[in-house]
């Protein structure tokens, strides 16, 4: 299960949208997620499944690699759906029982909540799928610089950032190793109660936060050695530059969030 996340991995490709410039892809991210909270019907989230697929297609990034990446929250998928379907009011009567009432509107509801989330996540990991740590570092620094001059740490905090996307992949497969390490010697992590099943992941969490702090240790003392001094006088190898692709994608996003748009308005129920 651990090993099914993939957020903060990059996957190798060469693609139009491995190519696009990491500005670019960020901002369309997060007009991509407000865009998904707007869409009110059934057929404006069939174009947006669409759009995520050609998307995928694009990159060159199989959509089972990202399907699986779902695979660690569909237990909060399936929480947040149980919820919008017995908490909604409203609509015709389904089904009733005892405390548990289901309407037409709250079955609405749970099936958009749960394909909001879908796509939010897999829109969102195209991100971190198709744009290296560096530009993803370098990318942000541009953006945020503006708020330097309000005295920002726009490079410090793109720092951060990157560093902690970057490694939840290694900490993810530094807990698998644990796991199985302490499995191999008689450890049971699936049986018991609540409680007990906490006091199990003791002998996992203190091994895990001592090989965190170890990595944190040894990065910083790499960056020191490099002379590494923040944002100040530093240079790149390549210099990121918008681009007739960049133009494109922004156009073809543009349709997109168009026919979303036209699709509330014709389609809304």
């Known amino acids: ?52 697929i050609s998307c995928c297609a694009m990159a060159r990034v199989p959509v089972r690699f990202i399907l699986r990446g779902l695979k660690p929250i569909m237990f909060f998928i399936l929480i947040t759906a149980l919820f919008n379907l017995f908490l909604t009011s409203g609509g015709v009567i389904i089904f009733h029982w005892w405390i548990f009432t289901i309407t037409d509107e709250g079955l609405r509801f749970a ?13 969102t990991s195209l991100l971190t799928l198709t744009t290296s740590p560096i530009l993803l570092t370098d990318g942000m620094e541009r953006l945020l610089s503006p708020f330097g001059k309000i005295g920002v740490p726009a490079h410090e905090i793109s720092m951060m950032m990157t560093i902690a996307l970057r490694f939840i992949p290694t900490l993810l497969e530094e807990t698998d190793k644990i796991i199985k390490a302490q499995s191999a010697r008689g450890a049971d992590f699936d049986s018991g109660n609540l409680v007990r099943r906490a006091k199990a992941m003791v002998p996992i969490l203190i091994p895990l936060f001592i090989s ?22 530093r240079t790149r190898l390549n210099k990121l530059e918008y681009g007739r692709r960049d133009a494109f994608a922004w156009l073809i996003f543009a349709v997109f969030t168009a026919a979303v748009f036209a699709t509330n308005f014709l389609f809304a129920f």
């Not at 949208?17 to 069939?46: A, E, N």
């Not at 909001?116 to 829109?123: A, E, K």
């Open 111 to 123: 099936v958009f909540m749960v394909l909001r989330l879908l796509f939010l996540i897999m829109g």
């Open 1 to 52: 299960m651990i090993t099914d996340i993939t957020i903060g991995q990059f996957f190798p490709a060469e693609s139009v949208i491995h190519r696009l410039d990491p500005r670019t892809k960020i901002l369309l991210v997060l007009v991509y997620v407000v865009v998904v909270f707007f869409v009110k019907s059934f057929v404006g989230y069939m174009v947006l499944a669409l759009f995520v």
């Open 212 to 233: 965190s702090f170890r990595r944190a240790d040894e990065l910083a003392t790499a960056m020191e050695c490099r002379c590494y001094r923040g944002g100040k006088n």
